[in-house]
């Protein structure tokens, strides 16, 4: 069983972001860059999974500019076998969105027939939170998404999903899209010697044109600003000064 | 075109969120439709019926919507979409996991947890953890929008909505639902409270937590939350997490104990209305948030503070 992992390159979770000064976007020149958290727990899943002898092979795709070959060495440190670069040129993070990605997705889809594909469940930079569901309704398959536990049996997927509530736990048939919540797994540090060897494992390129898939975005960036600051506020010395401040102050309680 | 808002309920009531997402859906102006899909949900239908400012209640009952599956739901939104120019949904984890479907398959984009409404095709919306606003302009026939239900009221009651029956869509049979473990508490929902008392770390365990935190929320009739760590940690469960990738809520009060306030997690409650913050490090971050921070060993303080309060 083929298993498919697009990861995405965003801003390291570290790092605050920051407005340009014209409004336009953000400023990601010469920040920290790293494979979108989600998107290692994804990896590592498919990795264990290929490590139990349930999956014959991991393919981690990137849809971006050239330097998302570097969250593709990455995956492949952490154990994919392979990677696929959707090469979309000069087209900004901004402009491509995720129905976009979504279809070229399912362009790659279409060509490895991979029995399933694990998403992250949302982005960290963007947050949009709809890539591996826009993927499963173009493929028509079925969709897990917010896993914290999946299981394999045959062709069978039993997934417990982190709902507003508390868990739901979903059965359904491959092919078919997992997208990972924070608990599902704890990704591996990727080892020197696994570096080294991601380096030399097979990486592919393709062009959003030789897929047929149309990139334009669909929503113009009008504006981007910064959201208004919290006043800073008081310290207070004990416990009393607090229940003081906030029944007469507040007026909260 | 008028505006076509999907409730999420549970056959008997509606859930609050859909209450701020039609308040958002209000502000484009047009006729509001809320959509009630689900199995023997006439009781949800008609509590729908009484949110003001609806028009019409669309309900589909049928077996197939029993434990509205993504699959199934936004099959049945999208044959109903050609007649409007919205399709909005209340971001929650039934929201977000339905909602980006019934785009693709409209081939329209999504546009994710909005906090306003500036005009029928342009929107703001949070990025990068809060830390910046894009306003953004859809060139879709159809506006997909999911509501970041902290950023709009709750829409009053006192409407009389009238409620027409619509015709299921087919039975995908792609996924069953085959058990649910929801958190039962007697407290209110995350989403919905005036007051919310969060733990982290701090805490230590999860016996700390219940037997601090506890007695506290119920004082002041809170919810009670948590920070990612507390959660991974196992001390709650997770539908306690506050934060960029768990509940984003703006509270009357939010009471932050044990919690250091890294960028995930305020990211999901620092649009709460006053902010209290109670740690042992004075350099936490949590404490540029806080309109009154208390630097203190929480063990002594919290007891304390629930005594006097
Ligand atoms: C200021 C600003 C505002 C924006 N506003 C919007 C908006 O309102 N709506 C909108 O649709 N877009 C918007 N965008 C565009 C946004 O950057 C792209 O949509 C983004 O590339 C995809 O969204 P996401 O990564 O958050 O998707 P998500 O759906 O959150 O991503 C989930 C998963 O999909 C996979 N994935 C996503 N992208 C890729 C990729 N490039 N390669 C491989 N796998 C991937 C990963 O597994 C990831 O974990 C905005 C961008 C900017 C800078
Ligand atoms: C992709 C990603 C997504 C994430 N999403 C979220 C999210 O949605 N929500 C979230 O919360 N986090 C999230 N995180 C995690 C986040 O980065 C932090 O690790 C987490 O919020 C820390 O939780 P904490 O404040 O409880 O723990 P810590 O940072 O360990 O802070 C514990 C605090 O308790 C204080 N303390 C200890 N003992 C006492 C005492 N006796 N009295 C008083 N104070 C005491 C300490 O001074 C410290 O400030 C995410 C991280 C990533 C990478």
Redesign the pocket.
């Known amino acids: 069983m083929k298993i498919l992992?697009?990861?995405?390159?965003?801003l390291d979770y570290n790092v605050k972001a920051r407005v340009k000064a014209d409004g336009s976007?953000?400023d990601l020149a010469n920040v920290k860059m790293a494979m979108?958290p989600?998107?290692e727990i994804?990896v590592e899943e498919a990795v264990r999974l290929k490590e139990a002898g349930i999956a014959t092979e991991v393919i981690a795709?990137?849809?971006?500019a050239a330097v998302?070959s570097e969250t593709l060495r990455a995956a492949m440190a952490i154990g994919a076998d392979r990677g696929i670069l959707?090469d979309c040129g000069e087209l900004?993070?901004?402009?491509?969105?995720?129905?976009a990605?979504a279809k070229l997705?399912k362009a790659v889809c279409d060509t490895e027939a991979p029995e399933l594909v694990i998403?992250?469940?949302?982005?960290i930079?963007?947050?949009?939170?709809?890539?591996?569901q826009?993927l499963a309704a173009l493929m028509g398959w079925p969709q897990a998404t917010f896993a914290s536990k999946l299981s394999l049996d045959g062709r069978l997927a039993t997934v417990t999903r982190e709902i507003d509530g508390g868990l739901e736990t979903l059965e359904m048939t491959l092919p078919a899209v997992v997208?990972t919540d924070l608990r599902l797994n704890e990704p591996r540090y990727a080892t020197l010697p696994n570096i080294m060897k991601a380096k030399k494992k097979p990486l592919d390129s393709v062009k959003p044109a030789e897929l047929g898939v149309d990139v334009a975005?669909?929503?113009a960036?009008l504006k981007?600003a910064e959201p208004s600051r919290r006043s800073a506020g008081v310290l207070v010395p004990d416990v009393a000064t607090l229940v003081d401040k906030l029944k007469n102050e507040a007026k909260v309680i | 075109m008028a505006v076509l808002v999907i409730a999420e309920h549970d056959n008997q009531s509606i859930k609050t969120a859909t209450l701020n997402a039609v308040t958002a859906a209000q502000v484009v102006g047009a006729d509001i439709h809320v959509l009630v899909a689900g199995n023997g949900c006439y009781a949800a239908a008609q509590a729908a019926a009484a949110i003001g400012g609806v028009a019409k209640v669309l309900v589909c009952d049928a077996a197939h919507y029993a434990t509205q599956t993504a699959e199934n739901v936004a099959e049945l939104v999208r044959a109903l979409a050609a007649d409007y120019g919205h399709v909005f949904a209340a971001a929650t984890s039934a929201g977000k996991n339905m909602l980006?479907r019934v785009a693709a398959q409209l081939d329209v984009?999504?546009?994710?947890d909005i906090v306003a409404v500036e005009s029928a095709d342009t929107?703001v919306?949070p990025?990068y953890a809060g830390n910046?606003l894009?306003t953004?302009k859809s060139t879709d026939r159809v506006k997909v929008v999911t509501v970041r239900t902290a950023a709009f009221d709750a829409a009053p009651l006192g409407g009389s909505a009238p409620i027409e029956a619509v015709p299921a869509a087919k039975d995908l049979g792609l996924t069953r639902v085959v058990g649910r473990e929801l958190t039962k508490s007697e407290r209110p929902e995350l989403g919905a409270a005036k007051i919310i008392v969060s733990g982290g770390r701090g805490l230590g365990n999860g016996e700390n937590y219940r037997t601090l935190l506890e007695p506290l929320a119920d004082k002041l009739g809170a919810a009670l939350g948590a920070s990612r760590a507390a959660v991974d940690a196992g001390f709650v469960p997770n539908d306690y997490q506050v934060g960029q990738t768990g509940k984003i809520v703006a509270p009357q009060v939010y009471i932050a104990i044990g919690i250091s306030g890294a960028i995930q997690h305020l990211a999901g409650m620092k649009d709460s209305r006053l902010i209290v913050a109670i740690n042992k490090d004075p350099e936490a971050p949590i404490f540029h948030v806080a309109d009154y921070g208390l630097v203190a060993d929480l063990f002594a303080v919290v007891p304390e503070l629930t005594a006097t309060i």
């Open positions: 992992v697009p990861v995405k390159r965003v976007g953000m979108n989600f998107d994804a795709v990137s849809c971006g998302c959707v900004s993070d901004a402009e491509l969105q995720p129905l990605v997705l998403c992250g469940k949302q982005a930079d963007d947050d949009a939170n709809q890539t591996g826009m997208t975005p669909r929503l960036i981007v | 980006p984009a999504q546009i994710s929107f919306r990025i910046a894009a953004v």
